[in-house]
């Protein structure tokens, strides 16, 4: 079963495949802000990027042998937190005047 | 080793010490105000007047300006705090200037939000709150505190935004701001990682030391550095509202609270520039930078993004039609006047000093803008608030104080003598013309004849705000809140405006001392010996 061993180690993820995939997550993220409509799922893109640049962090720290990028995410996360508090209320806030949360339909404030 | 880095590794083992806590002083009073506002909140019963507050903050906002020019000249050791921030005047300049803005932006406040009925004590909370992030931002000496505090200094502004609750506009600009504001974080975000991952650190020192090693586009960690500063560059351009990402400023400034878009205008602009040197005058110096993508570095990106911002702002604030709209191109416009002297001091070493002229535009503007907003709450009340040039009809003569401090904000944004507005163009431009004529580089020449090309369009959406003012019928009857704080704001803005206007040097001086006082902070002797090196082989390129 030697053959087993050689496969997996020449499968085994190095720096570029956790920055591609980074990179890929980040992408969406981003697609996901400009092609979604519902605020919501605008928010959860949103977040997503925040997670990938999260995954490079890690993986170059990692790569590196240091902690710096370990402790970075942390605070990542903890600016992530305090944005999704902020943007439910500000959903809650629009959606009682809207009545939904469609980011077509804000329309009020234009050119 | 030279003296710089033997500080800085001392800085970086010793634990803080005593004299580094006294220079968080202005930071630690804006945040203790607030955190007593939250205590203080909580006692109060529902329908208390809570305008007190805002006196409270200008208050304590007033101390931190004086704390911060106390500590002006104490001589700090620079990197403090395990070398996460930098003390120096530079930082002080910025502590200051936005204590300054947010206090007069406070001052106008209670009785727009009286008449609106959101008479809370949150906003002036969050208000501080976003000056503390301000603060700390301005002294950001790592990636990671610079990251940190410039989402302290949005994620309250985002709110602030849509503070007005029974109006659906405000609703819409906070959540605009909200999703284009995390994007542009996001993005910057990124850009800081693959900084880290090439460079091994956040430390902006030791980036740029660690770039001096990365010599040329062969190297693979060059396309990483190349993207990661495009990124945070990009964040940089959305938080000063240049073009191509300014489209959020219009909507965000009309949006939100007239007291506070003027603090907005300013705060952010002056902090955001105060970073943006930093960090790129410390970490990326544009002789590491250049040469990857067809000899483009970051002085290119400034230099389209100035370009772009002056012919837009201005072009379509003549056609806008509510003056908070056209106020908020204008400072797109302005936004690309500021870029006009970054790329005039920063796209060769020797011009360092030029960098003062942003600074002091940066105060002529802060006061300009703040005072033409504070105009505007003034007429603010609910249901009646002036929002078009017709709105504004016969308003300077019904109220001459009024119509003078609006006179005066206007002529100095426009950029006519004798006003503070026009000596920051003035040494704008001349630091641009100063260039072109020591390099013979046309693309000065261009930015410049465009900067003023623009700024004589400027004028005319400026001072069709005054003719409205003084010369036009009233349309409508506007009743004004009556507020002595907003008179007292507007009235220093103005004073100040014509105070820079006729007797600039001390503004001058104290914003060349404090551009001095950074460029000690700049680069270890590694860096400076390859950025020579790279001089010596690009003007040898140029000979043939």
Redo the contacts between chains.
Sequence with gaps: MAWVSTLISYWEPTLAHY?LL?AAV?SI??IG?MVRRN?LI??MS?EL??N??NL??IS?AR??F?M??H??AF??MA?AA??AA??L???I??F???RGVN?DE?Q???Y | MNMLSIINVIALLTPPQAAEYVAVVPVTIVVLVAVAFILIDMFHRQGTPRNYLAYFSVIGLTVAAGSSWYLWDSGLERAAFFGMLYFDQFSMFFSALVCIAAALAILCSPPVLQSNRMDRGEYYLLILLSVAGMIVMAAAADLLTLFIALELMSIPIYVVAGFLRKDIRGAEASMKYFILGSISAALMLYGIALIYGAAGTTNLEYIANNLAYLTGAEHGGYGLVMLGMILIMSGFIFKIAAVPFHTWAPDVYTGSPTPVVGFMAAGFKAITFAALLRVFLIAFPAELLRGGFFGLGWIDIAFFAAFASMVLGNLVAVVQDNVKRMLAYSSIAHAGYMLVGFVAANSHPDFFLHNDAILFYLVTYTFAVIGAFGVLAYFGRRGQAVETYEDLGNLGLKHPFMGLVMGICMLSAAGFPPTAGFLGKFYIFRSGVDVYAQTAETAMLVLVVVGVVTSVVGAYYYLKVLVYMFMKPAKREFVPLEHKGTRWAVAICAIMTMYIGILPATAIDISRDAVMDMRGASHSEVVQQVIEERQAERSEDEEY
């Design positions: 920055l980074s980040f993220g981003l802000v605020a605008v928010f949103i990027m925040l990938s640049v490079s962090f170059f790569y590196r240091e710096d990028g402790v970075f605070f990542i600016v305090a944005e902020v943007a209320a500000i959903v806030h629009v009682r005047h809207k980011v804000m009020e404030l234009k």
